[in-house]
C-alpha cells in the first residue's frame, strides 16, 4: 500500500493526481490486478473524469456550486461545512481501476481527480494494489 498528499489551494478544487496514482502502480511490480485508490476524508471525494479538456472540470465544478450551494438555510451541522460533506458523500471517496500488463486501464481521455470541498487543506491518498506480479 503506498499514501501520498495532495495540498489544495481553494475551498473547492479538483487536483489530477494520476500521475501519482500511476507511480504508486508503477512501485507494486502488479502487472494484472487492481487499484484501489481512497481518500479517508468526508470533506474531500475521488472521481474519474476527462483529463485533457480543462473546460470539463470548470462545468463539473459550476454544476456542484449550483446544485449543492455552501449556503442554504436547511443546513443543520455546527461546523458550516455542510455542503462539503454533502458534495463528498455524492461523488465517493474511493475508486477501483482495473490493471493490465503494469498499466491502469483508464480510457483514453480519462483522469484520476481528487476533490476537494472543504479546502484549502492537505489530503492524504491511499493506493492500495492487489494482483499478480
Known amino acids: 500500500m503506498g499514501t501520498f498528499t495532495v495540498r489544495t489551494t481553494k475551498r473547492t478544487s479538483f487536483v489530477n493526481i494520476t500521475a501519482s496514482v500511476k507511480e ?4 507494486s511490480g502488479v502487472k494484472s490486478g487492481i487499484c484501489l485508490v481512497y481518500v479517508p476524508h468526508t470533506t474531500a ?3 474519474i473524469n476527462e483529463g485533457a479538456d480543462p473546460d470539463v472540470i470548470r462545468d463539473i465544478a459550476n454544476t456542484i456550486e449550483k446544485l449543492i450551494p455552501w449556503e442554504d438555510s436547511s443546513y443543520t451541522h ?3 461545512n455542510s455542503a462539503a460533506h454533502i458534495r463528498s458523500a455524492l461523488i465517493g471517496n ?3 481501476i482495473p490493471i493490465e500488463e503494469g498499466q491502469l ?3 483514453r481521455w480519462e483522469s484520476i481527480f481528487l476533490a476537494e470541498f472543504d479546502g ?3 489530503r492524504k491518498v491511499v493506493v492500495k494494489v492487489i494482483g499478480e506480479l
Open 24 to 27: 504508486e502502480v508503477k512501485k
Open 45 to 47: 471525494a475521488v472521481f
Open 78 to 80: 455546527a461546523e458550516g
Open 94 to 96: 474511493s475508486r477501483v
Open 105 to 107: 486501464l483508464l480510457g
Open 120 to 122: 484549502p487543506r492537505e
